[in-house]
């Protein structure tokens, strides 16, 4: 089975300025990936290049083919189409027509809750509203292959959940689907597939998993009335930071540190543990940080 996305040590600049660097990954059909990171890393740049908007020599291979040929790819990016005197259902309409099997514009609208939508011009729209039009006119296109580019930005909590939903459903119908976002508890929920990027190159690509097997940073915080400096011994103590009776741990060992942590069980309420998250990880990664809690 070819991959849905296969890039080869790709290189591109803008000028002098190098903005990706020898970036390597596999994409498998029917995975949800996410892309992330920092404003400025090669994110949009290495996007535009996947869907053939810039081009480049390098092996890029999206379906099997060349960026930019494959009729089975759709994107959502940023900026909402805002016409003026054009109805939601024209604009669906239209874009159907560029694929060659599309899904029918009155479906999708059911399935976003956009129906009562379908007559109201683009221009008319609220920003959320406005959102996850564009969202359904990505739906609409029943590619194979889709980009999303900060695709809840502007949408309120219940129609963030129902975009998750909608690529849940995707994903089981067995599209491959690569999202950019700022929201990386997201993208930990969702991503069977993780990539970040830094400074123009992949730092990290693999499952969550992996990512925190790399990184084994637990928070352990709770309440108490000992001073804080008597948990510095504790084995795998990173770090520590105290606020009144509130304690919290950074252990490069959960377990370890928790072990050693019985002898004060009796003093201490409130217990809770965390295995690091990927916001939290990204920072380590991002800052070049062991750790970004603060010390005591």
């Known amino acids: 089975m070819t991959n849905a996305i296969i890039v080869n040590n790709l290189k591109f ?34 996007l535009r290049i996947l869907l053939g908007l810039l081009k480049t020599n390098m092996k ?132 069977d597939q993780i990539l970040i990027l830094k400074d123009g190159k992949i730092e990290f690509d693999g499952t969550l998993n992996e990512l925190q097997k790399q990184y084994l940073t637990t928070q352990i915080s709770f309440e108490t009335k000992r001073e804080g400096s008597i948990f510095r011994k504790l084995t795998q103590v990173q770090a520590i930071k105290q606020t009144g009776n509130k304690i919290k741990i950074s252990s490069t060992n959960g377990d370890a540190t928790l072990r050693d942590l019985v002898p004060y069980l009796e003093e201490i309420q409130h217990l809770n543990i965390i295995d690091a998250s990927l916001e939290n990880i990204f920072q380590t990664i991002t800052r070049g940080e062991k750790n970004n809690a603060e010390d005591d």
């Open 60 to 191: 890029v291979s999206i379906l099997g083919h060349r960026p930019g040929m494959s009729q089975s790819v759709a994107s959502m990016f940023q900026g909402d189409l805002k016409l003026p005197g054009v109805k939601v259902g024209e604009i669906l309409a239209e874009v159907a027509a560029q694929y060659p099997n599309p899904k029918a514009p009155q479906t999708v609208l059911k399935e976003l809750n956009l129906s009562d939508l379908a007559h109201h011009y683009l221009n008319d729209l609220s920003g959320g509203q406005l959102r996850r039009v564009t969202f359904a006119m990505t739906l609409v296109s029943n590619a194979s292959l889709i980009f999303l580019d900060e695709p809840t930005v502007g949408m309120d909590v219940n129609a963030r959940q129902d975009f998750w939903i909608n690529v849940d459903r995707m994903k089981n119908e067995g599209k491959t689907i690569l999202i950019t976002s700022h929201y990386l508890e997201e993208i930990q929920q969702t991503a």
């Open 13 to 46: 600049n803008y000028g002098n300025q190098q903005v990706l660097q020898d970036v390597s990954f596999e994409v498998q059909p029917g995975k949800v990936v996410g892309l992330i990171g920092e404003n400025g890393a090669g994110k949009t740049t290495l």
